[in-house]
């Protein structure tokens, strides 16, 4: 996604800013225009992008900090807070409540991906043990309610709609009462797309509001709009209440930076973004782990997490010392390789790693990236599990220029792979350990505790 290409400027302009000897105005100043030009470019509103600069310079005073402040580290937090500000409302979205009824109305553009998003909605909610159904008010668009009935079916969600029927006000009312009596907790309403901002459409979405009072109106959004998402996501929200946004295809080309002005012109957050066709593309959006990921920063409160959920409690202590120690062995590569395989959609968890995600993992390509590092641990397997007086064992070097040719070729006859293979293994371990040697110093969290590790991170 384009985003990336956002973060990647970003995290560039701060970079430069970084290698400067002294950070004066000019360079600050350097470092906030290209940051602004990143931003535009990644069609966020031009006054979002304005006020973020003031906000900016307003808290960084550079003048007011006395000499032994990190300049660097205060400027970078200062927008770091800023890019979680535009993405964050202050007010969180309705959350349904398993065993009460809630109902949820989806609006958007027609082919923004609002029929396919009611599915991944109902589908994500019907696994964490909600009862869900769908109910089909779009009568405008034909083959609307063939869609939701075969998405439905195939994610044996229960669904509502008519051929026959015309008024969308009263299928709506009729699937959300049918649904009520049938104890769904989770009643979503799918309403007609619009093909532009018109008005007859827009009052037809007033009324299968009023009629069947929704908890939450979700507004729908292709991340591809680009500038004009604050307009359309201001058309939306001056007709109903809207209390959330979800960006789809996040996975394609768009530049994304459209979803930031929609939360400005909604005043409401961003709570999924779709990531593909399919009913399990779709993924919980953090605001704080995003910039963090944005920012080529790490997702490290998202990784923390992942480590409690698989790595065997008695084995995290230890291993996330190691880490903060700073000494990155290929012992410990061998095991995050371990624990990653087992953590299950690979890429996910890559991508929450400072500096991974796009160049071990390449969406769609998990089988590939899980292969290659199979190929890794054989090749590992081969390499010395014990030292003795004289010499570390292999697997505990942080520095592979000690393991001479005729290691090498011992390594790479123990696993059948060639010479080259095992070069290019050790020069995946160089990158990954320089990667991980900013983990030197980090506070480990406890479980669920979402502190701003990022931030110790890039202190
Ligand atoms: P609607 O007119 O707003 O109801 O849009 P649809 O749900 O029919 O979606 C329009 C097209 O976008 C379909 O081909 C969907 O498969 C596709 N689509 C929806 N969400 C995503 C997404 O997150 N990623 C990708 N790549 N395609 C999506």
Sequence with gaps: ?????????????????????????????????EITRALLQSDVQFKLVRDMQTNIKKIVNLDDLAAGHNKRKIIQQAIFNELCKMLDPGKPSFTPKKGKPSVVMFVGL?????????????????????????????????GAFDQLKQN????????YGSY????????????????????????????????????????????????????????????????AAFDQAQAFRQSVSVGAVIVTKMD???????????????????IFIGTGEHMDEFEVFDVKPFV?????????????????????????PELLQKLSEGNFTLRIMYEQFQNILKMGPISQVFSMLPGFSAEL???????????????????????????????????????????????????????GRQIKEVMEMFEEYKRLAKIWSKMKGLKIPKKGEMSALSRNMNA
């Excluded at 970079?15 to 906030?32: F, G, H, P, R, Y």
């Excluded at 797309?193 to 979405?205: C, I, T």
């Excluded at 768009?254 to 409401?268: E, Q």
């Design 1 to 33: 996604m384009v985003l990336a290409q956002l973060g990647g400027s970003i995290s560039r302009a701060l970079q430069q800013m970084s290698n400067a000897t002294v950070i004066d105005e000019k360079v600050l100043n350097e470092c906030l225009n």
């Design 110 to 142: 027609q082919g923004s991906g609002k029929t396919t998003t009611c599915t991944k909605y109902a589908y994500y909610h019907q696994k964490k043990g909600w009862k869900p159904a769908l109910v089909c008010a779009d009568t405008f668009r034909a």
């Design 152 to 159: 439905a079916t195939k994610a044996k969600i229960p669904f």
């Design 164 to 227: 026959m029927e015309s008024d969308p006000v009263k299928i709506a009312v009729e699937g959300v009462e049918t649904f009520k009596k049938e104890n769904c907790d989770l009643i979503i309403v799918d309403t007609s797309g619009r093909h532009k901002q018109e008005a007859a459409l827009f009052e037809e979405m007033r009324q299968v509001s009023e009629a069947t009072k929704p908890d939450l109106v979700i507004f729908v959004m292709d991340s591809s709009i680009g500038q």
């Design 252 to 270: 394609g080309h768009a530049k994304g930076g459209g979803a930031l002005s929609a939360v400005a012109a909604t005043k409401s957050p961003v």
């Design 292 to 316: 963090s990921r944005l920012l080529g920063m790490g997702d490290w409160s998202g990784f923390m997490d992942k480590i409690h959920e698989v790595v065997p409690m008695d084995q995290q």
């Design 361 to 415: 993992m390449p969406k769609g390509r998990e089988k590939e990236s899980q292969a290659k590092i199979k190929r890794y641990m054989t090749m590992m397997d081969s390499m010395t599990n014990e030292g003795n007086l004289t010499c570390l064992a292999e697997l505990d070097s942080s520095n592979p220029k000690l393991i001479n040719e005729s290691r090498i070729m011992r390594i790479a006859r123990g696993s």
